[in-house]
């Protein structure tokens, strides 16, 4: 029996990708890496210090710049956050996260990203939430299970009462792993190993998720 929906965040609730977008790019003219769109589609959900070692390639360097450089991309997107409001929720996307609640669901996020909480409250929906893991809470990124297994815990549910909603192929994957049932948001190419599909997030559809999963 399903009991809670655990939302990611970028890509799911609100379009991060953009600002993500900026921020490496400003970082790798600043250091002379090759970056692009194309590139940058292979960074979501991927936590940030994997998503360097994505744009690096293959090229080995000192951890100590490293952090240095994933400093840096974080400062700048930080900066961009700052702009962030309750307009960059995607589409209707809050209502249905009230209807939820209203249903007697429980509802959570389930985020790489260690500005999770920041964003959220950007977006005034921090409060709904009945329970949040981020970048913070564990070891292993997706596509490991971990992440959604810690939301789970302090939900005080079972993995397979919980349904993961995603929009990247490494969160998909750690859904399935986590033993949960996974909701895909995009194109086939990227969510379709999710028990069920959308396009996009205006064409979820929670009655058809809870009758079919
Ligand atoms: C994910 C994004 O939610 O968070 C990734 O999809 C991002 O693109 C990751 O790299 C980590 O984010 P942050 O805020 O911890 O750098
Ligand atoms: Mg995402």
Redesign the pocket.
């Known amino acids: 029996e399903i009991k809670a929906f655990i939302f990611?965040?970028?890509?799911v609730i609100t379009d991060t990708?953009e600002y993500?977008y900026k921020s490496w790019q400003k970082l790798a003219d600043e250091e002379d890496l090759f970056f692009n769109r194309e590139i940058n589609e292979k960074?979501?959900?991927?936590?940030?210090m994997d998503?360097l070692d994505i744009i690096l390639d293959g090229k080995e360097l000192p951890e100590k710049i490293k952090k240095e450089w994933t400093d840096r991309k974080?400062a700048y997107?930080q900066k961009y956050l700052e702009e962030i409001t309750k307009e960059n929720i995607l589409d209707d996307m809050e209502s249905k996260l009230k209807r939820l609640k209203n249903d007697g669901f429980k509802i959570a996020v389930g985020?790489?990203?260690?500005?999770a909480r920041k964003v959220l409250k950007q977006l005034q929906i921090y409060d709904m939430f009945d329970a949040i893991s981020d970048?913070n809470s564990v070891e292993s990124a997706k596509p490991a299970p971990d992440l959604f297994l810690h939301t789970a815990k302090n939900l005080g549910l079972e993995p397979e009462e919980c349904v993961v909603l995603e929009d990247?192929e490494s969160g998909v994957e750690a859904a399935l792993a986590a033993n949960m049932k996974a909701v895909g948001v995009g194109p086939e190419s990227r969510v379709g190993k999710a028990h069920l599909v959308y396009g996009n997030v205006d064409s979820i559809d929670f009655d058809e998720i809870l009758k079919k999963l």
């Open positions: 990611d965040l970028d890509g990708a993500h960074l979501r959900g991927v936590s940030r998503s974080n997107y985020s790489s990203s260690r500005n970048g990247a």
